[in-house]
DNA sequence: CGCCTAGTTGAGGTAAGTCAATTCACGTGG
DNA sequence: CCACGTGAATTGACTTACCTCAACTAGGCG
């Protein structure tokens, strides 16, 4: 977390102490039970340390938009906190590790170190670039090339954290959650699969992801990374 | 904008003479002429003061999506500041006027009032969720229900700058801007509008919203305000 | 006066959805 | 140890929401 903070401001020493005090308590959830609710405030806001998670939205019709996925060393149901409320749900996908930030601690860290206050909420605002990326994915791209993008994306933000690379990675989630992620029926989901599998692309099975030829697919995604990256500290 | 920031960080006599600072060049900017380039860095931000503006990226095929557009009071191009590098374009729909802040300028206000930056990113923040909806609008609504909540939301936000109202508001976009931004046709996005008249919802004619019965509008698009509200500082 | 852009409407095509049946892996209880 | 239920993946047949192409109208402007 600290590394991940770092890359927008330089932390003081004492500011990095601060940080140590809100890592305090381990919890574990279960996968499939909410842990943020839409529409409740006052939550805590968690760092996810293992297990995958992810945001979404439900509709009245029962109809449910996932908005990101969550992956270890990112935030779950931060802006529940910052704006007061939650807007959104998050669910552990698999059993999750992580540590509890009480709101209060967060806001009381702020309030006295607003340099780390700048810090949390920079890395919040990159966290908006990504979706916009998928606003991008779902309007305007077919179902395959979403697949594909979906995929990279995913693939690259797990190679920062060292849990893949370009040949593939472990992933637990199902077609049924991707179709949700993507604005597809899980039955669609599963052809799109199929095809990029037979076309020598991807491959999707048993919890895996493998990159069957990784430039063509990042060239048929239009894939490009920068916006994930971040390079050094942007305030001194 | 003192009274934007003031939602989310109250702010000293100091900190506001620093805005004060800031608010200086005024510029004018053409309709259809880009002010931010996707991919470029070391911009300047705005703050739109009149007119109507609307952030895109564009695929290599020469489709656009439009991620959100931008009425006074707004910020533009915020984001090519804070990241260094813009991920989206940003155009004006009508003339417009807007007080620029250099990126330079931002920067260093950052670094000596730190909780201006945070007032700052805090409102960038609160834009996540428009995006957000937005997301949810694209992946899950069908037409009808993507053009009747884009034109609440739209409404509910000029109402907040006392440009609209429940009855309706003016509006300078044309079929093809909306088409860009809900991820439709402009073909459909007429078929649509039309279906919506003729049941008497709204009226979108020569420039202008009319909510014809605003409350199943609202019923219909599952339209809840409460993502735009702020109510007061969370940091006192 | 003619051109250009925005809007409108119709006809026909297609990507993706829905419904439904089948398989397979897994866990659970008799 | 086997019968059973359940949840995920798979595939086929059919439907539909939205797209594309195309023609036409109306206003603004050099």
């Avoid at 199929?194 to 894939?223: I, N, P």
């Amino acid at each position: 977390m600290a590394r991940k903070l770092g890359a927008f401001v330089a932390l003081s020493a004492h500011e990095l102490s601060v940080l140590e005090t809100l890592y305090e308590r381990r919890r574990i959830f279960a996968a499939g039970r909410d842990i943020v609710h839409q529409g409740q405030g006052g939550q805590s806001a968690y760092i996810l340390t293992s297990g995958w998670a992810f945001s979404y939205k439900l509709l009245r019709d029962g109809q449910r938009q996932i908005v990101d996925f969550q992956i270890p060393g990112d935030f779950l149901g931060l802006r529940s906190v910052l704006l007061q409320m939650s807007d959104q749900s998050v669910e552990p996908v698999t059993d999750i590790e992580v540590t509890e930030v009480l709101a209060s601690d967060l806001m009381e860290a702020f309030a006295y170190t607003p340099r780390l206050a700048t810090a949390v909420l920079w890395a919040a605002s990159r966290d908006e670039a990504m979706v916009v990326e998928h606003l991008v994915d779902i309007g305007r791209r077919n179902a395959a090339e979403r697949m594909a993008h979906f995929l990279l994306e995913l693939g690259a933000r797990l190679s920062l954290v060292g849990m893949g690379n370009k040949a593939g990675y472990a992933c637990p989630l199902t077609q049924y959650l991707m179709a949700d992620a993507l604005g597809l029926s899980a039955v669609h989901v599963n052809r799109v699969l199929r095809q990029m599998r037979e076309q020598g692309m991807v491959t999707f099975r048993d919890g895996f992801v493998s990159f069957d030829d990784y430039e063509r697919l990042a060239e048929f995604a239009e894939f490009d990374p920068a916006y994930l990256d971040q390079v050094g500290p942007l305030l001194a």
